[in-house]
């Protein structure tokens, strides 16, 4: 994380924000009750 450039930085978030987009489309049919969860790999790794 010390040595993530800001362009890596945008890249990173720009995928992540993306693939949490999408995950959220497909999981619309599934009803009104569907909670989506997003944890970063620091707060994964403590689960």
Known sequence: MLN????GFARAM???CHS???VARLAAP???RV???NV???CARRI
Do not use: P, Q, T, W
């Open 40 to 42: 970063g790999f620091s």
């Open 30 to 32: 599934l009803g009104e």
């Open 14 to 16: 720009d995928i992540s």
């Open 35 to 37: 909670d989506i969860m």
């Open 4 to 7: 993530c450039s800001a362009r």
């Open 20 to 22: 949490f987009v999408r």
